[in-house]
């Protein structure tokens, strides 16, 4: 049973400031997947920050995260981190880790994640 757990969110960061996301996976004997974050604000639709595939280690950042934020891989421990710099109000969301084992492309389409984490709030102000 793969579960997912997001963790680093909670609480108010000030505009410019830095939050690192972690999320990690248990139950998860896959070799090769992909993993990603995305965000989701009351009444929008679900959208990519960014994802990371064990594959050749290929990274993919939406435009609003380039640049601010990085994301990170411990293969070990499978693990992903989400470090985000230069926070920004419009940063403001439930943040959701996601992973999937037939990925072997970063993607932000939603449906192609099978496994999703119940979410972290990341508040800047």
């Known amino acids: 049973h793969v579960q997912l757990v997001e963790s680093g969110g909670g609480g108010s960061v000030q505009a410019g400031g830095s939050l690192r996301l972690s999320c990690a996976a248990s139950?998860?004997?896959?070799?090769?997947?992909?993993m990603g974050w995305f965000r989701q604000v009351p009444g929008k639709e679900r959208e990519g920050v960014a994802a990371i595939c064990t594959s050749g280690s290929s990274t993919y950042y939406a435009d609003s995260a380039k640049g601010r934020f990085t994301i990170t891989q411990d293969g070990a421990t499978s693990t992903i981190y989400l470090q985000m710099d230069t926070l920004k109000p419009e940063d403001t969301a439930m943040y959701y880790c996601?992973?999937?084992?037939?990925?072997?492309?970063?993607?932000?389409?939603?449906?192609?994640?099978?496994?999703w984490g119940q979410g972290t709030q990341v508040t800047v102000s």
């Open positions: 139950g998860y004997t896959y070799i090769s997947y992909c």
């Open positions: 996601a992973a999937d084992p037939r990925l072997v492309t970063a993607t932000f389409w939603v449906a192609d994640y099978g496994y």
